[in-house]
């Protein structure tokens, strides 16, 4: 699959500011972009996904931002709160031979939120 | 919503055998399911695309005599790491995709810890 580039590797935030990360993304194919959260030892969740005919979504403290022109997508998560402590992993779609599509996962960002 | 089940959650096995890692869509079908490997404080790598009823697709430098995938039904697949090594040891994850495509969804197992002693 293509590359997903993500950005910082690391996040320390004071609870209550606003986190941002963000992923480019080089296949001009995908169309569909989701967010994980991965607490330690745990599943990654799907916490908000945007589709290629959308520019924004927003789901309460969390938002996140498509430029389909310059292949890149970002997450905001705004009033942060130390339950937001996690590692985020943005991804985005390709097609996989043979078998439709799959995700690509950037290398993720670790959220620390201190009280 | 989707569920998607994993076993074993974590298994230690002596080096040279076999490890055989469940994954279970519990309320939906999946004709696709994808095998995921993840090292510590790293991504999640694609290793394999699951597909039922026909064979599995790897990714660029995975050994599909190493890592056997079988997807007998639209619910289960499994992955079977063959005469397993140290270097093995990995946190394996798998996800499923309902049918009809990929907005529809993308549901994670829990994962399976491997150690290989």
């Known amino acids: 699959g293509e590359n997903v580039e993500q950005h910082p590797s690391t996040l320390s935030v004071q609870e209550g500011d606003s986190a941002v990360i963000k992923c480019t993304y080089s296949d001009s194919a995908s169309n569909y972009f989701p967010w994980y959260k991965q607490e330690l030892g745990k599943r990654p969740q799907l916490i908000i996904d945007?589709?290629?005919?959308?520019g924004e979504k927003k789901d309460q403290r969390i938002a996140v931002t498509l430029n389909k022109t310059a292949k890149h997508f970002s997450l905001h998560i705004t009033e942060t709160q130390p339950e937001d402590s996690a590692v985020y992993f943005c991804a985005a779609s390709f097609a996989s031979p043979n078998s439709g599509y799959a995700l690509n996962f950037g290398k993720g960002t670790s959220l620390l939120v201190t009280p | 919503g989707a569920v998607v089940s994993q076993h074993p959650s974590r298994v230690i096995c002596k080096s040279g055998t076999s490890v055989k890692i469940e994954c279970r869509s519990l309320?939906?079908?999946?004709?696709?399911m994808f095998w995921y490997r993840q090292f510590p404080k790293k991504s999640l790598m694609l290793m394999a695309t699951s597909n039922e009823g026909s064979k599995a697709t790897y990714e660029q430098g995975v050994e599909k005599d190493k890592f056997l995938i079988n997807h007998a039904s639209l619910t289960l697949s499994t992955l079977t790491v063959t005469s397993a090594h140290p270097e093995d040891s990995s946190f394996y994850i798998c996800?499923?995709?309902?049918?009809?495509?990929?907005?529809?969804?993308?549901?994670f197992g829990s994962g399976t810890r491997l150690t290989v002693v």
């Open positions: 309320d939906f079908q999946a004709t696709t």
């Open positions: 945007i589709r290629s005919n959308v």
């Open positions: 996800s499923a995709k309902p049918l009809g495509g990929l907005s529809d969804g993308y549901t």
